[in-house]
């Protein structure tokens, strides 16, 4: 499938601050795609930079295959969403929507048939005489993303659209986000510091650290196989737990620095003293009655969801489990751990990479 927006050794320069580093990504049209990564990472400053409200430095910006460079914001044929919402509080929802075809010329009934056609579909059909301050922060968000809609343009950018709602809202949100997303067959990029919104909306997850793109792929795949301990620990809720150890004697086997040295076998072929990082998710560690596990901990927070508890080591580092259901554990217990030897993740000490 085409590319809509192609990024080429694309570098933005604030003075002597490098905010986007040799930047190459291919968006597909009518994917959905999610930059995600920490505050500073140069995420939206990239996702400024596909609408024109940034000019890059270097490199070279297409969509739909035209070199946007010094094409002004409003000739790009983009729309973006805020998390601001940025609608105009003197406008009806109705104003809102056409406000921008009517600035085209577009003739009044037509733009009205627009607005009601839009409105329908994103739900909006009863608020169209209402102004932003009679409206609650979901709907304003809908009228954010109708108002993108109404132009049928390349590509969507979102930018942390959901940030200002509630915890519950914004799982009914990006629900509908990703529902509208594939009846209307857009192009869609989406910036996020939250990684389960990138894991649950996006077909292809970009993770960003200081500038750089550190991977991209589909979400699982960034899950299953980071390419480093960052995208490890940052992809995954509760995070990956990460143990420093070194290569046993018989380059099978892990000496892990878990409060004090333990020897265990992994089956992980390592070489004799060097130096590692082992990785291993929360449910991919299990509880196993002392003298049947590999170590032995005691356990310092017990939490429970009703259908999920997370258990807390009292270790250097601290260890989470994630089980399913209620334990009958409680803190101050030493409970055996046993590591699923197949989900294993090694990192180099040094360079943070995968081996």
Same mark, same amino acid.
């Given at each position: 499938?085409?590319?809509?927006?192609? /990024?080429?050794?694309?570098?933005?320069? $604030?003075?002597? $601050?490098?905010?986007?580093?040799?930047?190459?990504?291919?968006?597909?049209?009518?994917?959905?795609?999610? /930059?995600?990564?920490?505050?500073?990472?140069?995420?939206?400053?990239? &996702?400024?930079?596909?609408?024109?409200?940034?000019?890059?430095?270097?490199?070279?910006?297409?969509?739909?295959?035209?070199?946007?460079?010094?094409?002004?914001?409003?000739?790009?044929?983009?729309?973006?969403?805020?998390?601001?919402?940025?609608?105009?509080?003197?406008?009806?929802?109705?104003?809102?929507?056409?406000?921008?075809?009517?600035?085209?010329?577009?003739?009044?009934?037509?733009?009205?048939?627009?607005?009601?056609?839009?409105?329908?579909?994103?739900?909006?059909?009863?608020?169209?005489?209402? $102004? #932003?301050?009679?409206?609650?922060?979901?709907?304003?968000?809908?009228? @954010?993303?109708?108002?993108?809609?109404? %132009?049928?343009?390349?590509?969507? &950018?979102?930018?942390?659209?959901?940030?200002?709602?509630?915890? @519950?809202?914004?799982?009914?949100?990006?629900?509908?986000?990703?529902?509208?997303?594939?009846?209307?067959?857009?192009?869609?990029?989406?910036?996020?510091?939250?990684?389960?919104?990138?894991?649950?909306?996006?077909?292809?997850?970009?993770?960003?650290?200081?500038?750089?793109?550190?991977?991209?792929? %589909?979400? /699982?795949?960034?899950?299953?196989?980071?390419?480093?301990?960052?995208?490890?620990?940052?992809?995954?809720? #509760?995070?990956?737990? *990460?143990?420093? @150890?070194?290569?046993?004697?018989?380059? !099978?086997? /892990?000496?892990? +620095?878990?409060?004090? %040295?333990?020897?265990?076998?992994?089956?992980?072929?390592?070489?004799?003293?060097?130096?590692?990082?082992?990785?291993?998710?929360?449910? !991919?560690?299990?509880?196993?009655?002392?003298? +049947?596990?590999?170590? +032995?901990?005691?356990?310092?927070?017990?939490?429970?969801?009703?259908?999920?508890?997370?258990?807390?080591?009292?270790?250097?580092?601290?260890?989470?489990?994630?089980?399913?259901?209620?334990?009958?554990?409680?803190?101050?217990?030493?409970?055996?751990?046993? *590591?699923?030897?197949?989900?294993?993740?090694?990192?180099?000490?040094?360079? +943070?990479?995968?081996?």
């Amino acid at each position: 499938m085409t590319a809509q927006i192609e /990024l080429s050794d694309v570098n933005k320069h $604030y003075g002597a $601050y490098h905010a986007l580093k040799n930047i190459d990504l291919a968006i597909r049209k009518g994917s959905f795609t999610a /930059l995600v990564g920490p505050s500073g990472c140069g995420k939206s400053t990239l &996702l400024r930079s596909l609408a024109g409200l940034e000019s890059i430095s270097t490199g070279t910006l297409k969509i739909a295959g035209e070199v946007m460079n010094r094409v002004p914001p409003r000739k790009r044929d983009v729309a973006m969403v805020f998390q601001s919402y940025a609608l105009y509080p003197h406008m009806t929802v109705e104003q809102n929507l056409t406000y921008s075809l009517r600035i085209r010329g577009t003739p009044k009934a037509e733009a009205k048939k627009a607005a009601e056609e839009v409105a329908a579909t994103t739900g909006l059909s009863h608020l169209l005489g209402r $102004y #932003p301050r009679e409206l609650s922060g979901g709907q304003r968000q809908r009228v @954010a993303m109708s108002r993108a809609i109404i %132009r049928h343009p390349k590509a969507f &950018l979102f930018d942390e659209p959901l940030s200002n709602l509630d915890a @519950a809202l914004r799982v009914h949100m990006r629900k509908e986000i990703r529902a509208l997303h594939d009846r209307l067959g857009a192009t869609s990029v989406y910036v996020t510091h939250d990684q389960i919104e990138a894991m649950t909306m996006a077909d292809h997850v970009v993770v960003m650290r200081a500038g750089v793109i550190e991977q991209q792929g %589909r979400p /699982l795949d960034l899950y299953d196989k980071p390419v480093n301990k960052f995208v490890a620990g940052f992809i995954g809720s #509760p995070a990956m737990n *990460f143990i420093p @150890a070194s290569g046993g004697v018989d380059g !099978h086997s /892990l000496i892990l +620095e878990l409060s004090g %040295r333990q020897h265990v076998a992994t089956g992980v072929p390592i070489a004799p003293g060097k130096k590692v990082t082992l990785g291993l998710r929360p449910e !991919h560690v299990t509880i196993v009655p002392r003298g +049947e596990g590999i170590i +032995e901990v005691p356990v310092a927070i017990v939490e429970s969801t009703g259908s999920t508890t997370y258990l807390t080591t009292a270790t250097l580092p601290e260890l989470v489990v994630v089980l399913n259901g209620r334990a009958h554990i409680s803190s101050g217990d030493v409970v055996g751990l046993d *590591f699923a030897s197949s989900q294993i993740h090694l990192f180099d000490a040094d360079t +943070e990479r995968r081996l």
